[in-house]
């Protein structure tokens, strides 16, 4: 569908719902992951966008409620480091017991200087591959 078409604010909705997924392999990642680790979902979208996206992508299977942070949920400053703090703070990520897997490369880096493990997600095969060198790799790949 093209941009032009859409005919309202509830047509993008739609549109988004329809057409944005999971990159390949992601799934199987998650899934090998959840088996062995506690693993969190962060999203900087709204709940009502991305639910709808998480049950058709079949990533409702693997995140429960208290597994997700919806950062608009919260009063969080809009700044990175602020971001690492919250997570902190809340206990959602642990220096030193966490890792931190994200495709935003700003964010990988106040991680780490945070003091966080952090891997810069590329694609699910270099996602495997880091995880190996991290002696993290999933037992189902």
Not at 23 to 41: C, H, Q, R, V
Not at 65 to 90: G, N, Q, R, W
């Amino acid at each position: 569908m093209r941009w032009e078409s859409l005919k309202d604010a509830g047509d993008l909705v739609a549109e988004i719902h329809d057409h944005v997924g999971l990159l390949p392999g992601m799934l199987f990642s998650i899934a090998g992951l959840s088996k062995e680790y506690n693993i969190g979902f962060v999203s900087d979208y709204p709940r009502q966008w991305q639910l709808p996206i998480i049950e058709r992508t079949g990533l409702l299977t693997y995140f429960t409620e208290e597994d997700m942070v919806v950062l608009a949920e919260h009063d969080i400053p809009d700044t990175y480091h602020s971001l690492f703090k919250f997570l902190v703070c809340a206990n959602f990520i642990v220096p030193g017991s966490s890792l931190w897997v994200d495709h935003n490369s700003l964010r990988t880096s106040v991680a780490i200087r945070q003091g966080i493990d952090t891997i810069h997600f590329v694609d699910a095969e270099r996602l495997h591959r880091d995880l190996g060198l991290w002696e993290l790799e999933p037992s189902v790949k």
